[in-house]
C-alpha cells in the first residue's frame, strides 16, 4: 500500500487533529493541541504558514503580467495563422503528399511508352510539346492549390 | 464563462478564445504566485510567475485534456522553479546570498530579524522542496491553494481520511527534514 491509496494506512486521532489545527490557524481561529505528537508539530504548521501566508499579486505585477500575456497571445493566434504552421497540420501534409504523389503518377503516365506500342517501330512525326504542356498544367494546378491554401491559412 | 470548468476553458482556449483564455488566467494568477512563494526567494516571485504563464500560453496546445488542467499547470510550474534553480547553479550563484545581496541593491540596511526572518525561510524552502513531491503536493494544496482537506479529497480522489493521514506524514516529514537542514547550516 502507498500514500496514493485511497484508504488511509494508519489514520490516527493524530490525522484529525492536525488538519484542524491547519483549519484553524489558516482561518486565524486561536487552538491549543490537545496531544503531545500534535504539540510537537505545531511550530512546524505555524512556520508552513508563515512561508505561505497569502500575499496578494501588487497590482503594479498584474498590470505588467498583464500586458505581456497581450504580448504572447497576440504572438500566438499570429504563429498559429503562419503558412508554416498550415503545413505542420496533419491534414496540410496529407493534401500536400497526396497532391505530390498525384503529380509524380501523372507524369510518369504521361511519359511511359503505351502497351500497343512496344512492338511498333517507325519514326513519330509530331513533337512532344503536348506531354510536357500537360504536365506542366497538373504541375501550375498543384501550385494553384497550394497557393490557396496558404492564402487562406493567413486571413 | 465563470461557470466553465477549468478543461472547458482551455480547450476554448486552444481554440483561440482569448476570452476563456484571460479566465483561466485569472483563476491561477494568485495560486500560481502562492506556489512560487512557497519556492523561489521574494525578489524572484514575480519573474518565475512571469515566466510560467509565458510557458503557459505556448505549450497550451500541449494540453491534451488527458489530466486535470490544474494538475498539468502546476507541473509548469514545478519546472520553471526547476529551471530557476538550474539557472542560478549554472551562473555560479546561490540564492541564499541573493536575498542578502538584493537587500543591499534596494539600499535597506538588513537587520540581524531580517538575517533570520531570511534564514528561516530558506531552511523551510529547502525543507519543503526534498520533500517527495506528493507531500509537497499536499501541503501546497492546503497552504498555498487553499483548498479545504475536502476539496483535496474530492480532487485526489481520495478518502478525507486517507488526505488527512498523508498530511499528517507529510508535516512529520517535514519536521525530520528542517532538522536536518537546521544542522546543516
Redesign the interface.
Same mark, same amino acid.
Given at each position: 500500500m502507498n500514500? !496514493?491509496?485511497? &484508504?488511509?494506512?494508519?489514520?490516527?486521532p493524530?490525522?484529525?487533529e492536525?488538519?484542524a489545527m491547519?483549519?484553524s490557524l489558516?482561518d486565524k481561529r486561536g487552538f491549543q493541541p490537545a496531544s503531545e505528537q500534535a504539540r510537537?508539530?505545531e511550530p512546524?504548521?505555524r512556520?508552513?504558514?508563515g512561508?505561505?501566508v497569502?500575499? &496578494?499579486?501588487s497590482d503594479a !505585477?498584474?498590470s505588467?503580467?498583464n500586458l505581456?500575456?497581450e504580448q504572447?497571445?497576440t504572438q500566438?493566434?499570429r504563429s498559429?495563422r503562419s503558412p508554416q504552421r498550415t503545413f505542420l497540420s496533419p491534414t496540410a501534409r496529407l493534401v500536400s503528399l497526396a497532391a505530390a504523389l498525384v503529380l509524380v503518377f501523372v507524369t510518369i503516365l504521361l511519359w511511359a511508352p503505351s502497351p500497343a506500342s512496344e512492338n511498333l517501330s517507325g519514326t513519330v512525326v509530331g513533337d512532344s510539346s503536348g506531354l510536357i504542356g500537360a504536365a506542366m498544367l497538373i504541375g501550375a494546378g498543384v501550385l494553384v492549390f497550394v497557393g490557396i491554401f496558404i492564402f487562406r491559412g493567413r486571413k | 464563462m465563470l461557470d466553465a470548468s477549468d478543461e472547458q476553458l482551455a480547450k476554448k482556449a486552444q481554440l483561440?478564445d482569448?476570452e476563456a483564455?484571460?479566465a483561466l488566467?485569472n483563476r491561477y494568477?494568485?495560486r500560481v504566485?502562492?506556489r512560487v512563494?512557497?519556492k523561489v526567494p521574494p525578489q524572484d516571485v514575480?519573474d518565475v510567475?512571469?515566466e510560467v504563464? *509565458?510557458a503557459l500560453?505556448?505549450s497550451?496546445d500541449g494540453f491534451q485534456q488527458r489530466s486535470r488542467f490544474n494538475t498539468w499547470l502546476y507541473t509548469i510550474v514545478n519546472r520553471q522553479i526547476a529551471d530557476f534553480y538550474r539557472r542560478r547553479n549554472r551562473g555560479g550563484r546561490n540564492p541564499a546570498l541573493e536575498m542578502d545581496n538584493d537587500s543591499e541593491i534596494e539600499f535597506e540596511i538588513p537587520t540581524t530579524a531580517d538575517h533570520e526572518s531570511a534564514d528561516?525561510?530558506l531552511v523551510?524552502?529547502k525543507a519543503?522542496m526534498s520533500l517527495?513531491e506528493?507531500?509537497q503536493e499536499i *501541503?501546497?494544496m492546503?497552504?498555498?491553494d487553499?483548498l479545504?482537506?475536502a476539496e483535496i479529497a474530492e480532487m485526489r480522489?481520495?478518502?478525507l481520511?486517507?488526505v488527512?493521514?498523508?498530511?499528517?506524514?507529510s *508535516?512529520?516529514a517535514?519536521?525530520e527534514q *528542517?532538522g536536518e537542514e537546521s544542522s546543516g547550516l
Open positions: 500514500d !496514493f491509496d485511497t &484508504k488511509p494506512r494508519d489514520h490516527s493524530l490525522d484529525d492536525l488538519a491547519t483549519d489558516i510537537d508539530l512546524i504548521l512556520s508552513l504558514h512561508l505561505m497569502e500575499e &496578494k499579486v !505585477f498584474a505588467r503580467l505581456r500575456m504572447e497571445w500566438r493566434q498559429r | 483561440g482569448k483564455f484571460y488566467y494568477l494568485q504566485y502562492n512563494r512557497t514575480e510567475t512571469q504563464f *509565458i500560453v505556448r497550451l528561516q525561510r523551510l524552502q519543503l517527495p506528493h507531500y *501541503i501546497a492546503r497552504f498555498a487553499g479545504t482537506f480522489g481520495q478518502s481520511e486517507a488527512k493521514s498523508l498530511y499528517r506524514r *508535516i512529520q517535514m519536521r *528542517i
